[in-house]
């Protein structure tokens, strides 16, 4: 069945620094990606969202690229704070399909 | 916070019981998921509404399960004689459009079964 995954299952990063998450997809029919974050005890919270018609989105402190042709989706997150650390999903959805599809998840730490 | 409750936050129950779930959606979402989650991994999909009706179910959701929504607004999630493999977080979800828009997560039931 088609999946998505995730590179790496754990990142640290340097306070203050910025944070890479990678996405891996399989679906080329996916056309709405989203990554959510996952404190422990909650449930996911929806970060940002690109669809498949464009490459790159930004929010705050948030920047989503999106790479169709290697099938590639990628969070990056400026000036980390201890705040950001947390699990991220990326997940993806096909117009007409009811279900959104996650990946494992990568764990993102912050180091003070 | 997004709008959407769950409740208990917590079960604990013994194997054989049965056990009950509430979601109370975001007010104006008609579109209304549950979904399971495994410690370390993704939410998977078990199941969606729209309005009051059932359209979808995943194959996850074995006949020990059924979920309802009779009124359109808030739904519950029943598991039957429950097993330790039932043993996760069960997140509702709600969106105004469906999955091609936002989606908003509960905080989750955390089931266990001893």
């Known amino acids: 069945g088609e999946s998505v995954g995730l590179h790496l299952p754990t990142l640290s990063v340097q306070e203050g620094d910025n944070s890479i998450i990678n996405c891996a997809y399989s679906?080329?029919?996916?056309?709405?990606f989203i990554w959510y974050k996952q404190e422990s005890g909650k449930g996911p919270q929806f970060i940002i969202d690109i669809r498949s018609n464009m490459d790159k989105r930004q929010g705050q402190r948030v920047t989503v690229l999106l790479n169709k042709t290697v099938k590639h989706l990628s969070l990056q997150i400026a000036a980390t704070q201890p705040g950001d650390s947390a699990v991220y999903f990326c997940a993806e959805n096909m117009r007409g399909n009811e279900k959104l599809t996650f990946g494992t998840g990568t764990r993102l730490t912050i180091i003070p | 916070d997004t709008g959407v409750s769950q409740d208990p936050r917590h079960k604990i129950t013994k194997r054989g019981q049965n056990v009950t779930f509430r979601c109370d959606p975001i007010s104006e979402h008609n579109r209304l998921y549950w979904y399971r989650q495994t410690l370390g991994q993704g939410p998977e999909f078990l199941t969606y509404?729209?309005?009051?009706?059932?359209?979808?179910k995943s194959r996850l959701l074995s006949d020990r399960f059924s979920a309802e929504r009779p009124k359109g607004s808030f739904s519950t999630l029943e598991i039957q004689r429950t097993e330790q493999g039932d043993s996760a977080m069960y997140l509702c979800?709600?969106?105004?459009?469906?999955?091609?828009?936002?989606?908003?997560f509960g905080s989750g039931t955390q089931l266990s079964v001893l």
């Open positions: 509404f729209q309005n009051e009706a059932q359209l979808e």
């Open positions: 979800a709600s969106s105004l459009q469906g999955p091609n828009e936002k989606l908003f």
């Open positions: 679906n080329s029919a996916s056309d709405y």
